[in-house]
Structures are given as C-alpha cells and as structure tokens.
C-alpha cells in the first residue's frame, strides 16, 4: 500500500500563487510516476502534471508555463508550483502515485481562486 496526503490548498486571489505539497509513505519503492489532479464542480477529474522516477514531465497545455511539479525522493514529497492562478483553476486537487500494478489517491485538498 501507499499513503498519499496533501496540503497546501486554500483562497488565493487571481494572480496569485500556492504550492501543493503530498507526502508520500508506504511501499515507495514501488513507485515510478506521480502526478496531479483536479476536480472542478460538476467536471471530470482531469490530469494536471505528471513527473517520472527520472523528472520528466509533463502539464495539461492550460497550466503549462504557469505550475511546476517537482519530488523530493529523499523526502518522499511530490510538489506543484502553481503561479499566476486564475478562477478556472479552482478545483479539488489530488495526488496520485502509480505503482503497478495498482495506483493510489490522497484525499485532495480544495484550491479556490477568487476575489
């Protein structure tokens, strides 16, 4: 098993920054990919950025040049960087991790983008 919990989440003003944190423990070494997700209301779950165990990734074209996700493999913490927020961005984000032949999901945490 593997334990996702992440933190961060909160009101932040259009323009504004917030970075998300997932701590990350259980059986790490089964780990490759992580990545982020998010949820509008009455939307779909859509992928946000994915990092490899190398650090390639990846963004959805509408956060690419603004969010940056990074890990710290020695911390066992997955990051996303998000700048220059704007409402669209607000949603319930989650972390996920892909350890075959199983994936797992934090809880999320609640990202609200508004003036």
């Known amino acids: 098993q593997v334990q996702l919990v992440e933190s961060g989440g909160g009101l932040v003003q259009p323009g504004g920054s917030l970075r998300l944190s997932c701590a990350v423990s259980g059986r790490i070494f089964s780990i490759n990919t992580m990545g982020w997700y998010r949820q509008a209301p009455g939307k779909q779950r859509e992928l946000v950025a994915v990092i490899s165990s190398g650090g390639t990734t990846s963004y959805e074209a509408s956060v690419k040049d603004r969010f940056t996700i990074s890990r710290n493999n020695a911390k066992n913490m997955v990051y996303l960087q998000m700048n220059s927020l704007k409402p669209e961005d607000t949603a319930v984000y989650y972390c996920?991790?892909?350890?075959?032949?199983?994936?797992?999901w934090g809880q999320g945490t609640q990202v609200t983008v508004s003036s």
């Open positions: 996920k991790a892909w350890a075959p032949p199983s994936n797992f």
